[in-house]
């Protein structure tokens, strides 16, 4: 199994919900990561979990609220969130993160997000 | 601060030709370089990985190659096929800014390249 799932495929919600992300790898990997991606820009990286342990947050704002239940699961909650935090937001892991790394990330299928 | 540039930023070209990206980095200190593919709306596609100690890779009609010194990495996509349109983003990864490597990828804005049959 050389994949990473996200759900949902798509999500819109209100300015006033509450509403989580979901991402799930079954290859060992001990780092995961939220990327946020504009249209026609590249990804950029928000959070970094390395062994279930929030190890980079890009300023990301607290509306934004990351969670690594278990070496396989990454959580994204979200809560009052801005039109302009419309975007896709993609989930990818690699197989460490520690100093010195050598391997590659691997990315799931994104989840298309329209806050209205 | 790392900054990763890809040109062109568009390429349109008759199905059949071979084709090179281009892509550059400022900070030679990567542990890798990794090329993405990505439809529209969907994910990034991992086509190849390069360590910071190799030259190159290959993987079917694709080659990658990499010069850690000069700060360049160029894709190769030999006898280009309409399936091959996408977005093709470079990626290096390096050091974060405390020192330490938390696999942060930097992104290039990619190419966006067009097969036409």
């Known amino acids: 199994d050389t994949e990473v799932t996200q759900t949902p495929k798509h999500l819109v919600m209100g300015m006033t919900n509450k509403k989580s992300l979901k991402c799930e790898q079954h290859?060992?990997?001990?780092?995961m990561y939220w990327y946020k991606q504009k249209a026609k820009k590249p990804p950029e990286l928000m959070f970094v979990?390395?062994?279930?342990?929030?190890?980079i947050n890009e300023s990301v704002p607290s509306r934004f609220s990351p969670e690594c239940p278990n070496s396989s699961l990454l959580n994204l909650h979200l809560h009052a969130l801005q039109p302009e935090d419309s975007a896709l937001y993609l989930c990818?892991?690699?197989?460490?993160?520690?100093?010195?790394?050598?391997?590659?990330?691997?990315f799931g299928p994104g989840t298309r997000l329209t806050v209205t | 601060k790392q900054e990763v540039t890809q040109i062109p930023a568009a390429l349109s070209v008759p199905e059949g030709e071979n084709l090179v990206l281009n892509c550059s980095f400022t900070?030679?200190?990567?542990?890798?370089l990794q090329w993405f593919r990505q439809d529209p709306g969907k994910g990034l596609t991992s086509l190849l990985l390069?360590?910071?100690?190799?030259r190159e890779q290959t993987s079917g009609r694709l080659n990658a190659s990499l010069d850690k010194s000069s700060g360049r990495s160029t894709l190769y996509i030999a006898a280009s096929q309409p399936g091959d349109s996408a977005t093709y983003l470079c990626a290096v990864i390096g050091p974060n800014a405390g020192g330490t490597s938390y696999g942060k990828l930097t992104f290039g804005q990619g190419t966006i390249l067009t097969v036409h049959p």
């Open positions: 290859m060992g990997h001990r780092a």
């Open positions: 390069i360590q910071s100690s190799q």
């Open positions: 979990y390395s062994y279930e342990k929030l190890s």
């Open positions: 900070d030679s200190a990567i542990y890798n």
């Open positions: 990818a892991s690699s197989q460490d993160s520690d100093k010195g790394v050598s391997y590659g990330q691997y």
